[in-house]
């Protein structure tokens, strides 16, 4: 098990840009993003998995990036061109099935 700690939310206007990091207590190679947004059910949205290919679902592909720093333990998700339907939390999970562990999550807000 590691402990994920996720920073980066906030507010911004639509059109913006935000970059989430997740620093987990040890080593995860398989790490990725689910997001909630009010109402729904969480969702996958990004991942790194165990072979090291990146993966952005399509919903926001090309909008939203995933990188790594190994040296850190730091996973970010870099998001551009914000729409109000991406308001929710943010958690960071490991590994990306999100059937292992859980950061308590950053909120992000897009205004329109």
């Known amino acids: 098990h590691v402990q994920l700690v996720e920073s980066g939310g906030g507010l911004v206007q639509s059109g913006g840009s935000l970059n989430l990091s997740c620093t987990a207590s040890g080593e995860a190679f398989d790490i990725g993003w689910f997001r909630q947004a009010p109402g729904k059910e969480r969702e996958g949205i990004s991942c790194f998995s165990g072979t090291g290919n990146p993966y952005v679902v399509a919903s926001v592909k090309g909008r939203f990036t995933i990188s790594r720093d190994n040296a850190k333990n730091t996973v970010y998700l870099h998001m551009k061109n914000l729409k109000p339907e991406d308001t929710a939390v943010y958690f960071c999970?490991?590994?990306?099935?999100?059937?292992?562990?859980w950061g308590r999550g950053t909120q992000v807000t897009v205004s329109s």
């Open positions: 999970v490991a590994p990306c099935t999100g059937l292992g562990d």
